[in-house]
């Protein structure tokens, strides 16, 4: 039952593939009319770094993490729209329900591990580490591709 | 208490068994026993095995003794039995009918010193211990089982021991020689308690191969070993463990093992156990603990904790410890901080502050004039192809200017400071590039993928690459057209 320890994959892709992105929603809002006009820079702001979020999960995980896809759920259902996943070989997140994955000793720093990184309710404690970790490589990621644009975009 | 019960307790000859039975210190246990004989030798102090019954009330020896004085005087042909001190496994049958006439009677003074007991033992018979009264009140099972002399001993003398054990004998169709299975060194034929069904599980796995060419073995062993070998494999499934339906001829096997899991208590560390094991046995089972597990058969240790719980757990703990090792790595500045949780901060800390980056990089984005922004959508797709195949002969080129551009690189201090930022560099060309992009306006397509191209293609560089690239463009004339075309053939 216990799997064999094959190597845990956290590749992501490269910077451009996020840019690429990330770039892509940009301008997609920036078509919208709405985007444009308004005075309120919050909600200009929270539009934005949906974008930047939704990209970068397209971007590295698409569908084959388990952050990418809560993701993608959680902003697909503030815009009221039905995403649906591709059926997964396995069922994942019932599989592990089951078995014994939480450690109470353990446990409170996971909840706040859990919070964090989309999706990270439904998952146990090792899977939460390998999504940890594959996000944390996407952020930082996204991070770079940002502060690049931000600063070759930036007025003088 | 219990425990050394069972220590002590190998299966004596039935003759023993009878001059146990009638210890005069009342418990419920001394009920069967006692009932034996009064002409029987009154033995001297009860073996350790019986300490429990030492412990029972006095008060109940009053009744005890008109319980056995009924037994006693009552007309069966069995009593002259007694007397004869021959065919014991008469007498317990006997004994055992009785019981069930005198359970009915008394079955409520069984429940009295059944519950001191388990007050007292304040073991893991602690459930099995309230049991007996009511079986004793069933006369079925007990008429049932005088018909087998042998089991109708063991019965007798461990029915209060536990319901769990009564069942597993029950089923398990002793022969007769207990002592031959005894020798047999069938260790891990555990049989009562939960807190051992377990142990018995891993314990059976491992030792039963040993125990199979020791022959002997009563007909439900190949069965439980197949059972248990299935639950051994699934590692750590939880499914309970044999019943208490496998037999325990060895019950001092039986015992240390309770004893140790009472000392321990529910999780204990494997290798305790299986060196106590190992000390306790030291019979057939020549296997050595079982290595660490791989993966993907998990095996249990020879005298493993309780139960699959810690066998999932540890492997579990493993997978783990070697995640947070590859999180480690990824966080910076972890690698001093060691320890599960301090480690767990530190990565919240982080996936925080790269949360928070986003979001401030977001806010200076929303505040860029983003007129920029409307990037034809086709022209960066069809860019795809240009980026990846135009990216090796960028790093090239840029390492290759790397060291020009670190000599040249006098003109604009502005761009030194940009360029030992991080990205920062960018700002010269691209300010370049704005009033252009501006002047033509954004129908002008070319500049526009060029933009992005650079963009883009900028992204892709490392800090050196840019630097060389500025640097290009600077050393060359700070013509906007010119510095575009040169970083264009540049790419």
């Known amino acids: 039952m216990a799997s064999a320890d094959k190597p845990i994959n956290t590749d992501v892709p490269e910077k451009d593939v996020f840019a690429l992105h990330f770039l892509q929603s940009l301008s997609n809002l920036r078509r919208q009319n709405t985007f444009n006009s308004p005075e309120k820079t919050n909600d200009r702001v929270k539009k934005i770094k949906k974008a930047a979020y939704v990209s970068m999960a397209r971007a590295a995980g698409g569908t084959n993490r388990l952050w990418s896809r809560a993701l993608l759920r959680r902003a697909a259902k503030e815009n009221n729209k039905i995403v649906r996943f591709p059926r997964r070989k396995k069922r994942v997140t019932c599989l592990r329900r089951r078995s014994n994955r939480r450690d109470p000793v353990e446990e409170e720093e996971a909840e706040r591990l859990r919070n964090l990184v989309p999706g990270g309710g439904g ?15 996407c952020l930082s990621m996204q991070v770079k591709v940002m502060q690049c644009l931000v600063d070759g975009l930036a007025p003088k | 208490m219990d425990n050394e019960l069972f220590m002590n307790t190998e299966l004596p000859p039935p003759s023993e068994m009878a001059m146990h039975f009638e210890q005069p210190s009342s418990s419920s246990a001394m009920l069967n026993w006692a009932l034996m004989d009064p002409n029987l030798a009154r033995n001297s102090p009860p073996q350790d095995c019986f300490m429990w019954e030492k412990s029972t009330e006095q008060q109940q020896q ?9 037994l006693v005087s009552s007309p069966t042909p069995s009593n002259s039995n007694f007397s004869g001190g021959g065919g014991d496994g008469f007498i317990i049958r006997e004994l ?13 003074i069984c429940g009295a010193p059944m519950n001191g007991n388990v007050s007292r033992s304040a073991s893991c018979y602690a459930t099995p211990m309230s049991s007996p009264p009511p079986m004793m009140n069933r006369t079925a099972p007990l008429t049932e ?4 002399p042998g089991f109708a001993e063991r019965a007798a003398k461990f029915s209060c021991f536990g319901s769990r054990s009564f069942n597993g004998r029950t089923n398990s169709g002793i022969p007769v020689n207990n002592g031959e299975i005894v020798n047999s060194g069938k260790l891990t034929r555990v049989s009562s308690t939960p807190a051992l069904k377990a142990l018995a599980s891993p314990e059976f796995a491992s030792a039963s191969r040993p125990m199979i060419p020791a022959g002997d073995s009563p007909p439900k062993l190949p069965g439980e070993f197949s059972r248990k070998r299935k639950s051994v494999s699934k590692g750590k499934s939880k499914e309970n463990p044999l019943p208490a339906a496998s037999p325990s001829p060895s019950f001092s096997k039986t015992a240390e093992r309770k004893e140790v899991s009472e000392e ?6 494997r290798e305790d156990e299986g060196d106590e094991e190992e000390g306790n046995k030291g ?19 020879r005298g493993q904790a309780t139960d699959s719980h810690s066998l999932a757990e540890r492997v579990r703990r493993e997978k783990i410890g070697e995640r947070m090792k590859l999180l480690q790595d990824l966080v910076p500045g972890c690698n001093k901080v060691t320890g599960k949780a301090l480690m767990l901060d530190e990565i919240i800390n982080y996936v925080q502050s790269l949360q928070r980056q986003v979001e401030f990089l977001s806010m200076k984005l929303s505040s860029v004039n983003d007129t920029r922004l409307e990037f034809n959508v086709d022209a960066l797709v069809s860019k795809d192809a240009m980026i990846s195949s135009s990216g090796s002969r960028v790093h090239e080129s840029g390492l290759r200017l790397e060291s020009l551009s670190h000599h040249n690189y006098n003109n604009n201090s502005q761009l030194h400071t940009n360029v030992s930022s991080n990205n920062m560099m960018l700002h010269s060309p691209m300010k370049s590039l704005e009033p252009s992009a501006l002047a033509r306006g954004f129908t002008h397509l070319p ?21 060389s690239i500025v640097g290009m463009g600077v050393a060359h004339n700070p013509n906007h057209e010119s510095q575009s075309q040169n970083m264009k053939i540049e790419l």
């Open chain 1, 123 to 137: 998952m146990g404690t090792s899977k939460l580490m390998e999504e940890t970790a594959h996000y944390i490589k």
């Open chain 2, 62 to 70: 009053s009744i005890f003794d008109s319980a056995l004085s009924s």
């Open chain 2, 96 to 108: 055992i009918g009785k019981l069930g006439n005198i359970g009915n009677t008394s079955g409520d």
């Open chain 2, 145 to 148: 089982f005088s018909g087998d």
């Open chain 2, 264 to 269: 321990k208590g529910g999780k204990r560390r």
């Open chain 2, 283 to 301: 019979t057939n089972d020549t296997k050595p603990p079982e290595p660490p597990k791989d993966y993907i058969h998990v095996r249990a240790r």
């Open chain 2, 447 to 467: 500049t526009l993928t060029q933009f992005t191209d650079t963009i883009s293609q900028y992204q892709m560089f490392s800090e050196e690459d840019l630097q």
